[in-house]
């Protein structure tokens, strides 16, 4: 029996706090009834985990979450011999022989599963995955035991592909998910949400903030002059710090210019005097086209 109906679809499309990523959702709803693990990925701070999340939230059961560190390893995944099982208070060792990670914690009281910034950890954290990721069978060696997934048990993961700090995924492990990208809204959904979270913000000043977006994704785009594009979540703190500034007294162009330049230090390479410029040329340039 499917986990969701197509009325079900609706309803979470509707009450999705991430406006704009209808299709990827809904691939990732069909993927999900079809038993399959799914994997959102895409530039950071577009509301990968915030889907994954309300999807989860959405099947009303309870779930773990973990997010991936660079160095968690398969004892944090899948679980192990516990370090205090050699004490020597044989009290203690009883009770910490052995611990299960998360994965194996979530299937063995039912619970669904979040991993986040899953490229953030070596792929070698994941090596015992494999088995159940394909015939839906856990080994866990330390309990001399082999968990089978049940049929309704949900994996989700999310994961920033070729980021700084992330390790490349192996072929064998990204086969064994479904890759659902979530990218980039379009420019009308932006400006709906600014006018959403900061109503009453000045129409040149939503403009700027929107050309800012489109400006730095455009250099990310076409020749990675900048490592990302400005988020969404970037878009919206430019918004709320021009409101802000304004009711203060800053005018408009110095308030869109301060925001403009904050985001830019976040999304350029700081260590890359071009790359620093670069966007603030483009802030700048911005800034100018609103004293007109």
């Not at 009834?33 to 889907?51: D, E, H, I, Q, R």
């Not at 309990?143 to 994996?155: A, E, H, M, N, Y």
């Not at 162009?253 to 904050?262: E, G, I, K």
Request: charged share 25%; with cysteine; aromatic share 10%.
């Amino acid at each position: 029996m499917p986990l969701f109906t197509r009325d079900d679809y609706s309803k979470v499309l509707e009450t999705s706090p991430i406006k704009g990523q209808d299709e990827p959702i809904l691939k990732a709803l069909r993927y999900i009834n079809l038993g399959y693990p799914v994997m959102f990925y895409g530039p950071a701070g577009n509301g990968k985990s915030t889907v994954a999340s309300h999807i989860l939230s959405y099947l009303g059961k309870e779930w773990l979450k973990i997010e991936a560190t660079e160095g968690m390893t398969e004892y944090h995944v899948i679980g192990g011999f516990h370090p205090l099982s050699m004490s020597a208070d044989a009290e203690r060792s009883k009770e910490f022989l052995y611990k299960d990670g998360v994965v194996s914690r979530a299937m063995l009281e039912g619970k669904n599963l979040l991993i986040d910034e899953f490229t953030r950890a070596p792929s070698s954290a994941y090596s015992g995955l494999f088995l159940l990721l394909s015939f839906g069978e856990l080994p866990l060696e330390y309990r001399q035991q082999v968990i089978k997934k049940p049929p309704d048990w949900v994996l989700i993961a999310t994961a920033n592909f070729g980021d700084d700090g992330t390790f490349k995924l192996s072929s064998a492990l990204k086969r064994r998910f479904i890759p659902i990208g979530i990218g980039y809204p379009k420019r009308y959904t932006e400006e709906k949400l600014l006018k959403e979270v900061v109503p009453g913000l000045p129409e040149e000043i939503v403009r700027a903030i929107l050309d800012f977006a489109e400006g730095t994704r455009e250099m990310w785009r076409k020749d990675k002059t900048l490592p990302s594009g400005l988020s969404t979540d970037g878009v919206i703190k430019m918004a709320r710090y021009c409101h802000l500034s304004i009711q203060e007294g800053t005018d408009k162009q110095t308030a869109f210019t301060d925001s403009a330049l904050h985001q830019g230090v976040i999304i350029a390479d700081e260590t890359d005097y071009l790359s620093l410029q670069t966007v603030q040329e483009l802030a700048l340039t911005i800034a100018k086209k609103m004293g007109r």
